[in-house]
């Protein structure tokens, strides 16, 4: 059984452009959400995927965008990169909606200059 | 607008100490409310609370939660090295949402 892998680890980008990260689930996990860390805070949850479907999301602009594949990864889209994207993107997954299993992955650390 | 702080920011024990780590919350239509340990990057479960006055217990670690006061609190006891962390508390309301603390950063000194 793997756990929740994130790639990739680090990532420079400059204001303006466009990422995309990436999220494989747990092995039999068909939901993924997607939380930004800035430094010092808490996880500020974004979006939920549940079986390839938007399922929730928290108050971030429509720049945030999302996809769920039918292996159940994820990716995490973010166009127009601000100075304040700049954070660490932890996605995690779990099987159905229970938070109780839901499990981390080591994230994505971007850095916007 | 729903919120959860937690107290306090940090703390520095000695091992041996016991701790109490607090949460508190308003949340619009309360669903559960969860325990985490962030020692590096990736958060790791520990505790779900969804009713009032229930300990649940896994080791030296115990939480509880007060539904009619809006909090709950998080006891380690005999603190040692490895419970270094940043703890944090979030609070899933109804509506597919999930609210985090800013976490409790807790330094525990040989």
């Known amino acids: 059984e793997t756990g929740v892998t994130q790639s990739p680890t680090h990532l420079i980008k400059t204001r303006g452009q466009q990422v995309t990260l990436r999220c494989s689930s747990q092995?039999?996990?068909?939901?993924v959400s997607w939380y930004q860390q800035a430094l010092g805070q808490g996880p500020q949850f974004i979006f939920q995927?549940?079986?390839?479907?938007?399922?929730g999301r928290g108050n971030f602009p429509p720049r945030f965008s999302g996809l769920q594949f039918p292996n159940y990864s994820s990716e995490l889209n973010v166009n127009a990169l601000e100075l304040d994207d700049s954070a660490l993107y932890l996605c995690a997954s779990s099987w159905g909606l229970m938070r109780d299993t839901q499990y981390f992955g080591p994230g994505t650390r971007l850095t916007v200059l | 607008e729903d919120k959860v702080v937690q107290s306090p920011l940090s703390l520095v024990v000695h091992e041996g100490d016991t701790v109490t780590l607090n949460c508190s919350y308003e949340?619009?239509?309360?669903?559960?409310l969860l325990w985490y340990k962030q020692e590096k990057k990736a958060p790791t479960f520990l505790f779900m609370l969804?009713?009032?006055?229930i300990e649940k217990k896994s080791g030296r670690l115990s939480s509880i939660l007060d539904k009619k006061e809006l909090f709950s609190i998080l006891n380690i006891t005999a603190t040692q090295t490895g419970d270094s962390a940043v703890y944090l508390c979030a609070v899933e309301p109804t509506g597919n949402q999930f609210y985090f603390g800013t976490g409790t950063s807790l330094t525990v000194i040989p």
């Open positions: 969804t009713s009032s006055g």
């Open positions: 092995s039999g996990h068909n939901t």
């Open positions: 949340v619009t239509n309360f669903r559960s």
């Open positions: 995927y549940y079986r390839e479907e938007e399922n």
